[in-house]
């Protein structure tokens, strides 16, 4: 079907598609009207005016601008359309309820009943209910409840893991405008990541195609639970009507549907002004086919049916015709305030509303134009702080989420899954929450909010009476940093059968106190996402920290002075401080690129031997230094910085197996010939081991054999013979359990005919857990990069979940098994090129591992793992733990309710006053 067909001749002629379905619909037809036809009996002259499908005609024009909405009864029903048959009610007894209502500001303390695969009771159960229903009894003790967590914005099925080439049917290439597209029929039941979203509590998602078009196809609502049918189709949430083909029952009242469109800037769409044609294009014929339709039920439901002929449609631009209806809740993929701004003209010039702008990284900036937009004004839904990776997300705002409320528009927290994992969707909301979002808002920004974003505020996003039984029970305040899922329950059913939770401190029983933000507020729109990151004042004179465990004295960024007393320090300061180790990041591309996805803002990658020609005129060195393409100055290298990250150790890309030579460097200075700049300029050799280069994995360790062995040839290699000799750790990035292995045999063999001790470093390691005693034994640490492992492809297919799922998580299961652990960025995809943005984060992963532990890591175990383990691990010496520290207030480094205030290095010699 061409849609740019002309549909002109449509006018007033409509074109009549006749297919085999369309002959055996009048069939069927037929027979219907037989009724019609005896029953009209005793009135022969209406009868012969009438076509055979004057009635479903007639009940479809009726149908034509009815709005989607639950049936009136709905609130009454006792039991779900999800309501799988021999499901169990359950009581939970004593639990702390979030509700939703009032705000997302009503708590209950009290029971839930739930049975039919609804709730049926909250707050108070009365005993003639339960006595009259047999149940089972969940104890909360106190603990908090929440509604399942909704994630708007999910490729889940669609883009599935772990990733294979026979999976990937998240985008179509075949055309920039395809409405007709539907994400259901690519949903693949079996993908991995479903397991994982409900044990982070996730119940709901609306998966919606890629971005790669300019309009990617049509969206669905699904719940993540398995179902005993086993199909896509039995996933679906109120699908709307119609999906078995042409066939739609138009006396029940619609149901939602959703449209994905998308950024104007796509990766195939041309230029924003070809991107916003085609799809003003595509709503002007979808407006063309309105019209007529419209005319066309004017005259028969007038009993104008003379030549009138079949029903005007277009099976390819149906569902925009029901986006110009008002029956499509329009999900749009909108980064900056021009695309936005585009937008919001294109939904007044076709009179539709926009339900949501996703990642909608300016929103913030423009909130006046959201609410030009039609109808009302559009819900953003965006990450806390993934950004930066391409142009459009140059001017996120971390503190958008607040920014959006204080002016009245709905905030969601979307994971874009895989992008951001959907499992720690809460943890956006944390996040949200940690940079100034109230508490209620940044709970409902992945329950309540969202459920009225997709139409579905009558039955989920609530604990409420009638309302679908889909709640999860937290092992903490949920707002508190690592809260994991004890139970979840969708549709009234168990979905964790062993939940692994261990006991978290009290204080994570409440929401934490965040730190107020507002100077860094205001400074986000006073310049348009840009503000300054450097210190406000740098010294090398002398700063006095009061109140840290001790008072503090620093001058020249060192410590000179500790005392109980701070009057009987030299000089004075106010506020009460911590100071904490300055954390150490490593695996990211930090300090080579600003942009990811702009070549220009980045060093760029280094040329792989293995898998294309090699210049010669770099003769035999092919391990480039990270140190010399180094960048000072990058936003994510200030960022992490203003949050206790102070140095990075960070190796040059690869398109291939090798990378090169890593650096560590110093993230708060401004260039490279600044004291302390550069720490070390040469810290490591870097490579790469996977399936996904040109060449076998064979042929890369045969490679890398031959180099270690050190041939004549490589012997001039300079990184090479440092490796094959000890001298420098040669760091692998490698997550297949099956590689590791490959290279602990070689490593072996390695020492074995040079008698030498090769230091080998892994980094990414997903699998390495299954290895955990052989890696103890050779003496070989993992920088576990990301820190929550997912199995984004079959080299991380094997991971360790981690709480609920199993009992301890891969930081907890190494150390414990005596290997040295580091942590690396959460990043995306384990991608070094697309983690930068989250080095920031790296206080919150340490603090996370500490607090799955269940008390095995201690916060100074898990501080090492983002310092002294990192530097250790990667060849760097280590100038001492009080060389570089962290001043906060409100808590330590590890806490939701602490800010950095203050940066302190002997190595540069300065303390950094934010
Ligand atoms: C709901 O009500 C109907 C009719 O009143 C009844 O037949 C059915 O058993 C009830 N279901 C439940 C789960 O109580
Ligand atoms: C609820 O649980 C808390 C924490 O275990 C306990 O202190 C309290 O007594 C319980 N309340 C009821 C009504 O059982
Ligand atoms: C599709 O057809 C089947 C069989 O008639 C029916 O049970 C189902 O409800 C239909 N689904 C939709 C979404 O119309
Ligand atoms: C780890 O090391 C400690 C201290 O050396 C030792 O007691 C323990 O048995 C080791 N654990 C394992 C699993 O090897």
């Not at 640490?781 to 360790?800: A, Q």
Request: one cysteine or more; hydrophobic letters at 45%.
């Amino acid at each position: 079907m061409d849609p740019k067909a002309p549909l002109k001749a449509q006018i007033p002629a409509p074109r009549v598609r006749r297919t085999r379905s369309h002959y055996l619909a009048v069939l069927a037809l037929v027979f219907a009207t037989n009724f019609v036809v005896f029953s009209s009996f005793f009135q022969p002259q209406q009868l012969t005016a009438l076509p055979l499908h004057a009635d479903t005609t007639l009940a479809r024009c009726r149908a034509l601008d009815v709005k989607p909405a639950p049936a009136p009864s709905f609130n009454l029903r006792n039991e779900s359309d999800r309501f799988q048959p021999g499901t169990r009610a359950v009581l939970v007894k004593n639990a702390t309820i979030w509700t939703g209502r009032v705000d997302g500001l009503e708590i209950l303390k009290g029971d839930i009943f739930m049975d039919g695969g609804i709730v049926v009771r909250t707050g108070v159960v009365e005993e003639s209910l339960l006595a009259s229903r047999e149940h089972d009894v969940v104890d909360a003790r106190g603990a908090w409840v929440t509604p399942g967590i909704i994630d708007v914005h999910s490729h889940l099925g669609v883009g599935s893991a772990p990733a294979l080439e026979g999976a990937n049917d998240g985008n179509s290439l075949k055309g920039l405008v395809l409405p007709w597209l539907r994400a259901l029929d690519a949903l693949n039941t079996h993908d991995d990541g479903f397991a994982l979203s409900v044990a982070g509590g996730v119940t709901t998602t609306l998966i919606l195609p890629g971005s790669a078009d300019a309009m990617g196809g049509q969206g669905f609502v699904i719940k993540l639970r398995p179902t005993k049918e086993r199909s896509s189709s039995a996933l679906l949430l109120e699908p709307p009507f119609g999906l078995n083909g042409s066939d739609v029952d138009y006396n029940v009242p619609p149901r939602w549907r959703h449209m994905k469109c998308e950024n104007p800037a796509g990766m195939y769409h041309g230029t924003r002004m070809d991107t916003v044609w085609s799809v003003r294009k595509a709503y002007d014929d979808a407006r063309k086919i309105k019209i007529v339709q419209d005319q066309y039920c004017a005259k028969a439901q007038a009993g104008q049916w003379s030549g009138l002929g079949e029903f005007p449609s277009d099976l390819a631009l149906e569902a925009l015709v029901d986006v110009l209806r008002g029956k499509v809740k329009v999900q749009t993929h909108c980064y900056e305030a021009v695309d936005i701004d585009a937008f919001v003209r294109m939904s007044n010039e076709f009179q539709f509303p926009v339900a949501t702008f996703h990642h909608a990284h300016e929103s913030y900036l423009v909130p006046e134009v959201l609410k030009r937009a039609y109808g009302k004004p559009p819900a953003s839904a965006i990450f806390a702080s993934f950004a930066r990776y391409k142009r459009e997300s140059y001017r996120h705002s971390e503190f958008a989420p607040r920014i959006l409320a204080d002016n009245g528009l709905k905030v969601i927290m979307k994971s874009d899954h895989s992008a951001i994992v959907s499992r720690y969707l809460m943890h956006e909301a944390q996040m949200a929450h940690y940079r100034g979002l109230s508490a209620n808002l940044a709970l409902a920004s992945v329950t309540s909010t969202p459920a009225e974003v997709v139409g579905l505020d009558h039955r989920i996003g609530f604990v409420k009476p009638g309302y679908d039984a889909d709640l999860v029970l937290w092992d903490s305040h949920p707002l508190a940093l690592g809260a994991t899922p004890v139970q979840v329950f969708i549709d009234g059913i168990p979905q964790l059968s062993n939940a692994h939770v261990s006991k978290k401190p009290a204080s994570q029983q409440h929401a934490p106190k965040t730190p107020n933000f507002d100077q860094e507020r205001m400074a986000a729109i006073k310049y348009e996402g840009l503000p300054p990151l450097e210190a406000a004042t740098r010294t090398a004179g002398a700063v006095l920290f009061r109140n840290a465990p001790g008072n503090v004295l620093v001058d020249g960024g060192a410590v000179v002075w500790t005392g109980p007393d701070a009057a009987l320090a030299p000089a004075a300061a106010a506020g009460a401080h911590t100071h904490t180790p300055a954390l150490v990041s490593a695996g990211s591309l930090m300090g080579l690129q600003e942009i990811a996805m702009e070549e220009s803002t980045t060093d760029g990658g280094v040329f792989d031997p293995l898998s294309m020609e090699f210049p010669t005129i770099l003769g035999e060195h092919i391990l480039m230094r990270a140190v010399d393409g180094l960048q000072f100055g990058t936003r994510d290298a200030l960022l992490a910085y203003r949050d206790g990250v102070a140095s990075a150790i960070t190796a040059p890309a690869g398109h291939g197996v090798f990378q090169g030579l890593s650096v560590s460097f110093s993230l708060g200075a401004r260039h490279k010939l600044e004291k302390g700049a550069v720490l070390q300029d040469v810290a490591a050799v870097h490579i790469s081991i996977s399936p996904q280069f040109a060449s076998s994995v064979s042929t890369q360790i045969a490679t890398l054999r031959r180099l270690l062995l050190g041939s004549p040839k490589t012997e001039k290699e300079f990184g090479f013979k440092q490796a094959g000799d000890g001298s420098i750790p040669l760091v692998i990035n490698v997550n297949s359990a099956d590689i590791i292995a490959s290279l602990l045999v070689l490593k072996r063999e390695v020492e074995a005919q040079r008698g030498v001790t090769l230091k080998m470093t892994l980094v990414g390691g997903a699998e390495a857990h299954l290895l955990a005693p052989e890696l103890a034994a050779a003496n070989v640490g993992v920088i576990l990069m990301p820190s929550r492992s997912f199995p984004y492809t079959w080299e991380h297919r094997r991971i360790l979940a981690g709480p609920p799922l199993t009992a301890q998580g891969p930081a907890a299961w190494l150390a414990a098994h005596n290997v040295t652990v580091g942590l690396g960025p959460q990043g995306i995809n384990g991608d070094a090129s697309m983690s930068t943005w989250a080095v920031r984060n790296l206080r919150f992963d340490m603090a996370w591992v500490a607090l799955d532990s269940g008390g095995s890591i201690s916060k100074e175990a898990a501080l090492a793992m983002v310092s002294s383990n990192v530097e250790e691990l990667l060849g760097v010496r280590s100038a001492g733990a009080n060389a570089e520290f962290a001043v906060t207030r409100g808590g330590d480094l590890f806490s939701l309710d602490a800010k950095v205030i203050a940066m302190v290095s002997s190595k540069r010699g300065v303390v950094d006053l934010f």
